[in-house]
């Protein structure tokens, strides 16, 4: 068997965030060091700081919530699939990969290059809105892609390419770390914390990449 990869960013100080979202900040309440009875922790973060999933609350107004997640959404088998084109994710690259209903995708990009993931940037690849309206028709289960948004740059392909997908019942996972993973089938979990109400959570991912290519 394969063994498991841990596909989450690390949540840290210094993290850079999507711009105008909350820094992370982790704060001692108590601390052993300082010779208190117990180290204790406050941490402070945006809903949509590293590794994270999308609810449809997010961008579809009356949509669900993250607490309603259903567990197989992002658990199961999955498909890495490695994205050739250096700006976007396009319908017509992906439909060679002959994507079946109830799939999940993670999409492995030209981020995945990058030294220290989690970080925003502005030239990442995404989902252009006919990939994302290819993928709802597909009625997939989930996607994830390893960069700070599924939508690209542009606000109103951004709103469209996540309201596409989220519509469709399609939950996303933004900010996995890829780099080690390869291309072809494994297992993923990935949860998210369960905040009720939550619009999103950050998330821990692991992946177990299949024996069988």
Not at 189 to 195: E, G, H, N, T
Request: hydrophobic fraction near 40%; include cysteine; glycine fraction near 8%.
């Amino acid at each position: 068997m394969s063994e498991w990869i841990d596909v989450s960013v690390r949540l840290r100080h210094g993290l850079v965030p999507w711009p105008g979202d909350a820094p992370f900040e982790l704060n001692r309440i108590s601390d052993l060091a300082r010779g208190d009875l117990c180290t204790v922790s406050s941490v402070s973060m945006s809903a949509h700081a590293g590794t994270h999933v999308d609810a449809p609350l997010h961008f579809v107004k009356g949509g669900r919530s993250v607490d309603t997640l259903p567990l197989d959404a992002t658990v199961g088998p999955a498909r890495v699939i490695v994205i050739r084109n250096p700006r976007v994710v396009t319908a017509d690259e992906i439909r060679a990969h002959r994507i079946h209903a109830g799939e999940r995708l993670l999409f492995k990009t030209r981020n995945s290059t990058r030294r220290e993931p989690g970080n925003f940037f502005r030239s990442y690849v995404a989902v252009a809105p006919d990939a994302a309206e290819y993928l709802a028709a597909r009625r997939i289960r989930a996607v994830g892609i390893d960069g700070p948004s599924i939508g690209p740059p542009a606000d109103r392909d951004m709103v469209e390419t996540h309201r596409l997908l989220l519509r469709a019942g399609i939950w996303i996972i933004e900010w996995l770390d890829l780099r080690r993973v390869p291309a072809g089938r494994c297992h993923l979990v990935c949860l998210p914390l369960r905040i009720v109400g939550g619009d999103g959570a950050p998330a821990r991912a692991i992946i177990r990449p299949s024996q069988r290519r």
